[in-house]
C-alpha cells in the first residue's frame, strides 16, 4: 500500500470541513488557549511559499495545544481593506469589492485572470482554523462595528487624574457646573479657560468646538504626508526612501484638516504595559523608541519687537545658558509671523523644498545640512541677549514643539549647523559652558563628570543639580516648567480615498455630527471614479448617493442636500490599520449582530495567548491595536489591558533568484561560467525555467518574452546554460516565487508543513531551496513504511522492545519541549531520528506507532490522520492526548564498555551498570578477546572506572 499524499490530502480536508473539527467552543469546561495569527491583506498575486511559514507555526501550536486537552481558538480572516485593491480598481476599471472577493475566494478577474484565491490555498495547506469565525474588514457586518468604536471615541475623553478615558457627557457636567481651569485633560494645547457661567452662556456650536479639542478623535489641521500620484494620505511606515511604498510616488508635507486619533493620551501606558507582555526585546525597544520618553523642561523664549513666543521642549535645561541659536521646523506657524522681509524669499523656496521631503527622510538624513536664517532673534531668558532664529528641516514640526534651542557646544547636530553656517549673517560663535572642557573639534555630549561654566547661577554645579536649579529659576520668571515628554504624535486617521471604512459622520454648519448606532452600518456607496474629483475632493466626492436625511435616518441622494434636514457625509475614509486594530475581539463572537463581541465571550477568551506575524508591525499594527485595546478596556468592553500575552515574529522566507547575463549593448546571454571579460547586466529569469542544476531550459526562455525570441546564447563546453544564484525577498518581480500550491500537488501538504518548520528557527530568516523537499518527502513515505507494505497494515500487537520505548519517549520528551520552546526545526529532525531507529529496529508495535502518529499529527496532520485511520480507530487524531513521556524508558541499565590494553582500545563489551569493580573484572578476564589480546600474559594492572573506561596495563 503505496503513501498517496494527493489522496489523503483531499479526504481528509474534506473530513475536518464537514465535521467541523476545529470549531471551538465558547463555553467549555476546558482550559482556554487562544492562537492568532496577523491576517494576511488578500492581494491577486496570492501566497508564495514565504507567506505560510508563521501560519504553520502556529497551526503545529495549536494542535498541539488541542491534544494537550484545550480548547483552541485558531481563527483566520482577510484584512480586506487597503491601498492596493483601489490602485488596482483605478488601473483596470474593476470594483475593489469584486477583485477583494476573487483575491480571497479564487475565481476569473474581468481582467481574465485566473485567481488562485487565499481561501482555497489556505484549505491545501491543512490548517486547523476555525473556519466558521472567519471576518473581513470590508465586510459591513464588520465594518459596522469599527464604525461604533469610531463612535466611542468620539464621545470620550481622557482624564489626566485618574488615567482613563471617560465619556464626554461627565465633562460636560464639569463644565456646567466649574468650568474647565481644574479639569486635567489630554486635549489641545491652545483650549482657553472658561467659567461654568461663560460655558453655559456659548451656542451649541460654540460648546461643539471646544469639546473637538478634548475629544480622543478629532478634526485637527495636520501636519500630513501627502501623495500626490496616490491621491491620499500616508503614515509613515507607507513610505520608503522619501517616496510611497504602493507605486513609488513623491511625497510632501502638507498641512490638511484631517481626523486624529489621541494616542499619546496612552503614551505612558502604552510605555509601562511592555513590562507586563512576553515579546522579544527588539520589538518592545522599537516600541519604546517610537513612544520616546523624555524627562526635562519647557522654556519659553520672547521674540524681540513680536508678541510671540518660541516654546522650546529640552532634556537638557542645565545647557540654558549655552544657546547659541535656535531652530525652527519650516512648518512652524511661526515661520510666517517672524520672518523679515529682507529673509522671506529665501524662507519661502527653503520651505518649498523642504516639503518633498517626507519626516522619515529627514530623520534618517543625518549627514545633509540645510537651514535659511529668519531674519527674527529671540530673547534669552536670564540675560535677555538677542538669539537668531533660524530654520532648518533637521527639526519636525510633529516632534516636541517644532522648536530646538541650539547649544551646539552640547549636541553634534547643533554644534555641525553652527559650523556649516559660520561667519554668516545670524550665526553666532558657539558658547562653550563646560569647565575645562576642549570643543574646538567636536561637541561634548556627555552629561556625567563635567562642571557648568559661564552660566552664571548655575557655574560650578554638575549636571543633576544644574538642572534643578534651572527648571527652579525658569518657574520664578513666569518662563519654564520641569515637563515629561513625549515623542509619539497623536496618529492621523483620515485618508483621502475610497476603499475603506466610511466614517459614521455628517456634518451640520461644519461641525461633525455622529450618526446613531442604531443606523449602522454606514455602507459604502458606489462611485463611478476612485480617483480624487475635479476639484481635488476624495473618491467620495464622487458618490451620488452620499448625504445624511436626519428624519429618515438614512443615505440619500448627494444633491438633496439643503443643511436642514439632509447634510452633507464625510468624505474620508479610515485608514487601513481601523480594522485591524480589533479584528481579534470579533473572533471571539464573530456573528453577533448586535455587539462587536459579547460580554460572556470577551470575559471566556479574554485576550490572545500567542501571537505569531511579521516585525515589520512594530510600531503600526502593534502599537495601534494596544492603543485600541486599553481605550476600550477603559470603557469596560476590553477584559484586559493589553491584547496580546505572547508575540513571535517569525523569520523571512527568502527566494533563491536566477539570473541571466546579457552582454551590454547586444541581446546575447552568456553562461555564468563563460562571462571572462564581457561586460555583462544581470537579469532576472523565472526560477521554473531553471532546474536543480542552475540549468536554464533556453527555449522556455526565448518563449517567455518577446524580446528574447531572437537571443543569441553562448553555452559552456557541454552546451549548458548555466545561471546565476543569488538569495533575495522572494518577490514577483524578482521572479522567484515558489507557490505553496506547487509543493502541495507533487509532495503533499504534509511535506510542505515538515518542510518550512525544518529550514531553521522561526525567528531566523532563511532561503528557500527545493532540492531540500525530497529529503522530507522521502521521511514521509519512510514513515509510512512502518506501518504498511505492499499488501497493506503491518502494525502488529507485539510487546515493543525497550530500544523501540527509548526510541518513542526520547521523541515525545523532545517533541513537547520543543514545541513549547517554538524549536520547530529540531522536532523535525527528531522524527527523522525516531523514524529510522524504529525502521533499524523493524519495529511494527502498536504499541509504539499509535503514539508517533499522534507526536507526529501537529506537524503533518494528513498522514496523521490516514495512520490513526487505518490503525482502526473512527475519531480524528486531532483531539486524542498526547502521548505522556516517562523518564524510565530512557534511563541505561546497561552499558556499552570501550575495552582497552595499554591505552588502546580493542574491543567493546555490553555490561550491566549494577556490576561492582570485582564482578566487572571477573567478565572481561573470562572474555575470549581478552584472553586473546594477553596471550598467556598476566596484566600488571586492571583499570577500572564504573560506567566510564575498562583498561589493561602491561
Not at 503505496?2 to 467549555?28: G, M, V
Not at 460580554?599 to 510600531?619: C, F, N, P
Not at 571579460?677 to 526560477?687: E, F, G, L, M, R
Request: include cysteine.
Amino acid at each position: 500500500m503505496k503513501y498517496n499524499p494527493n489522496e489523503i490530502d483531499a479526504k481528509w480536508q474534506k473530513y475536518w470541513a464537514e465535521n467541523q473539527t476545529f470549531a471551538a467552543k465558547n463555553n467549555s469546561e476546558k482550559p482556554k488557549h487562544y492562537v492568532l495569527d496577523m491576517f494576511p491583506y488578500p492581494s491577486g498575486a496570492g501566497l508564495h511559499v514565504g507567506h505560510p511559514l508563521g501560519y504553520i507555526a502556529s497551526d503545529v501550536y495549536s494542535r498541539f495545544k488541542r491534544h494537550q486537552g484545550f480548547n483552541v481558538l485558531h481563527p483566520m480572516g482577510y484584512d480586506s481593506f487597503g491601498l492596493p485593491a483601489e490602485q488596482y480598481a483605478i488601473q483596470t476599471g474593476q470594483r475593489p469589492e469584486d477583485t477583494t472577493r476573487v483575491n480571497i475566494d479564487g475565481g476569473v478577474d474581468k481582467e481574465g485572470k485566473q485567481i488562485a484565491g487565499y481561501r482555497k490555498q489556505l484549505d491545501k495547506i491543512g490548517f486547523s482554523f476555525d473556519w466558521a469565525r472567519e471576518v473581513r474588514t470590508s465586510n459591513p457586518d464588520y465594518y459596522k462595528h469599527t464604525q461604533w468604536i469610531f463612535i466611542q471615541l468620539f464621545n470620550s475623553w481622557y482624564c489626566r487624574k485618574q488615567g482613563k478615558a471617560f465619556e464626554i457627557s461627565e465633562l460636560v457636567k464639569v463644565f456646567e457646573e466649574e468650568g474647565n481651569k481644574l479639569v486635567e485633560a489630554v486635549c489641545d494645547d491652545n483650549v482657553a479657560i472658561f467659567t461654568a457661567e461663560e460655558w453655559n452662556s456659548y451656542s451649541e456650536d460654540q460648546k461643539e468646538k471646544i469639546l473637538l479639542q478634548y475629544r480622543m478623535t478629532y478634526l485637527a489641521e495636520t501636519e500630513v504626508n501627502w501623495c500626490p500620484g496616490l491621491g491620499t494620505v500616508l503614515a509613515n511606515d507607507e513610505i520608503v526612501n522619501g517616496v510611497s511604498e504602493r507605486g513609488g510616488f513623491p511625497v510632501i508635507r502638507k498641512k490638511m484638516t484631517q481626523w486624529s486619533m489621541r494616542i499619546s493620551a496612552y503614551a505612558e501606558r502604552l510605555l509601562q504595559g511592555l513590562n507586563d507582555i512576553d515579546w522579544s526585546e527588539s520589538i518592545k525597544e522599537s516600541q519604546r523608541n517610537w513612544i520616546g520618553k523624555s524627562v526635562g523642561a519647557l522654556v519659553t523664549f520672547n521674540v524681540k519687537n513680536h508678541d510671540e513666543v518660541i516654546e522650546v521642549f529640552t532634556t537638557r535645561p542645565d545647557t540654558i545658558f549655552g544657546v547659541t541659536f535656535m531652530t525652527l521646523a519650516p512648518e512652524h506657524d511661526l515661520v510666517a509671523k517672524i520672518t523679515t522681509p529682507e529673509q522671506k524669499a529665501a524662507v519661502e523656496a527653503y520651505i518649498e523644498k523642504t516639503a518633498k521631503r517626507s519626516e522619515r527622510e529627514r530623520m534618517a538624513d543625518v549627514k545633509t545640512i540645510s537651514g535659511v536664517f529668519t531674519g527674527a532673534y529671540a530673547e534669552h531668558p536670564f540675560t535677555k541677549e538677542a538669539i537668531p532664529v533660524w530654520i532648518g528641516d533637521y527639526v519636525l514640526a510633529g516632534y516636541g514643539t517644532g522648536a530646538v534651542m541650539a547649544v551646539p557646544c552640547g549636541d553634534e547636530r547643533d554644534y555641525a549647523f553652527a559650523n556649516f553656517f559660520k561667519g554668516q549673517n545670524g550665526m553666532q560663535e558657539i558658547k562653550n559652558i563646560f569647565a575645562n572642557v576642549d570643543i574646538s573639534e567636536a561637541a561634548y555630549g556627555s552629561k556625567d563628570n563635567v562642571e557648568i561654566a559661564n552660566s552664571d547661577f548655575l557655574n560650578g554645579l554638575n549636571y543633576k543639580n544644574a538642572t534643578y536649579a534651572a527648571i527652579s529659576e525658569l518657574q520664578k520668571i513666569g518662563q519654564g516648567i520641569g515637563k515629561t515628554n513625549y515623542r509619539l504624535r497623536d496618529a492621523v486617521f483620515s485618508r483621502q480615498r475610497y476603499w475603506g471604512e466610511p466614517f459614521p459622520v455628517y456634518y451640520v454648519n461644519g461641525l461633525p455630527k455622529m450618526i446613531d448606532t442604531q443606523h449602522l452600518p454606514i455602507i459604502l456607496p458606489e462611485v463611478e471614479k476612485y480617483l480624487p474629483t475635479e476639484d481635488g475632493l476624495p473618491p467620495l466626492g464622487n458618490a451620488a448617493v452620499w448625504a445624511w436625511d436626519t428624519k429618515q435616518n438614512k443615505v440619500v441622494d448627494t444633491d438633496l442636500v439643503d443643511n436642514v434636514t439632509i447634510f452633507p457625509l464625510e468624505l474620508n475614509t479610515m485608514p487601513g490599520w481601523a480594522g485591524s486594530s480589533w479584528y481579534w475581539m470579533r473572533y471571539m463572537d464573530a456573528h453577533n449582530e448586535n455587539e462587536f463581541a459579547s460580554k460572556e465571550a470577551l470575559a471566556y477568551w479574554e485576550s490572545v495567548d500567542l501571537y505569531i506575524g511579521g516585525s515589520e508591525h512594530a510600531t503600526g499594527h502593534l502599537l495601534y491595536s494596544r492603543f485600541w485595546n486599553k481605550f476600550l478596556k477603559d470603557k469596560g468592553f476590553a477584559p484586559t489591558e493589553e491584547p496580546f500575552k505572547k508575540l513571535i515574529n517569525q523569520g523571512m522566507i527568502l527566494g533563491t533568484s536566477a539570473f541571466v547575463y546579457r552582454i551590454e549593448g547586444t541581446n546575447s546571454f552568456v553562461s555564468k561560467n563563460k562571462i571572462g571579460d564581457h561586460k555583462v547586466q544581470p537579469i532576472h529569469a523565472d526560477v521554473s525555467m531553471v532546474n536543480s542544476s542552475d540549468e536554464l531550459d533556453v527555449a522556455k526562455f526565448k518563449a517567455w518574452r518577446e524580446d528574447y525570441a531572437d537571443a543569441e546564447f553562448i553555452l559552456d563546453d557541454n552546451g549548458k546554460y548555466i545561471v546565476g544564484r543569488e538569495v533575495e525577498k522572494m518577490s514577483k518581480s524578482k521572479y522567484n516565487v515558489v507557490t505553496p500550491d506547487d509543493i502541495c500537488d507533487e509532495y503533499g501538504a504534509d511535506t510542505l508543513r515538515l518542510y518550512e518548520m525544518f529550514l531553521g528557527p522561526l525567528e531566523q530568516a532563511k532561503p528557500w531551496n527545493t532540492a531540500g523537499i525530497s529529503g522530507v518527502f522521502g521521511f514521509l513515505k519512510k514513515l509510512w513504511r512502518l506501518y504498511f507494505d505492499d499488501n497493506g497494515l503491518i502494525v502488529n500487537n507485539d510487546e515493543p522492545t525497550k530500544d523501540n520505548l527509548k526510541s518513542l519517549h526520547k521523541t515525545i520528551k523532545k517533541v513537547a519541549e520543543d514545541i513549547e520552546n517554538f524549536s520547530f526545526n529540531t522536532s523535525v529532525s527528531q522524527f527523522m531520528i525516531c523514524v529510522n531507529e524504529l525502521s533499524s529496529q523493524n519495529c511494527h508495535s502498536r504499541a509504539i506507532l499509535e503514539p508517533l502518529a499522534i507526536l507526529v499529527s501537529p506537524y503533518a496532520p494528513h498522514i496523521a490522520e490516514e495512520l490513526w485511520s487505518q490503525l482502526g480507530h473512527t475519531t480524528s487524531i486531532s483531539e486524542v492526548a498526547f502521548p505522556i513521556f516517562e523518564a524510565s524508558h530512557l534511563v541505561e541499565t546497561n552499558k556499552e564498555y570501550p575495552v582497552s590494553f595499554n591505552g588502546k582500545m580493542r574491543f567493546t563489551i555490553e555490561l550491566p551498570l549494577d556490576l561492582t569493580k570485582e564482578q566487572i573484572e571477573q567478565i572481561v578476564m573470562k572474555d575470549e578477546r581478552t584472553q586473546k589480546q594477553l596471550d598467556g600474559r598476566t596484566p600488571n594492572k586492571v583499570i577500572i572506572v564504573p560506567g566510564k573506561i575498562i583498561n589493561l596495563v602491561g
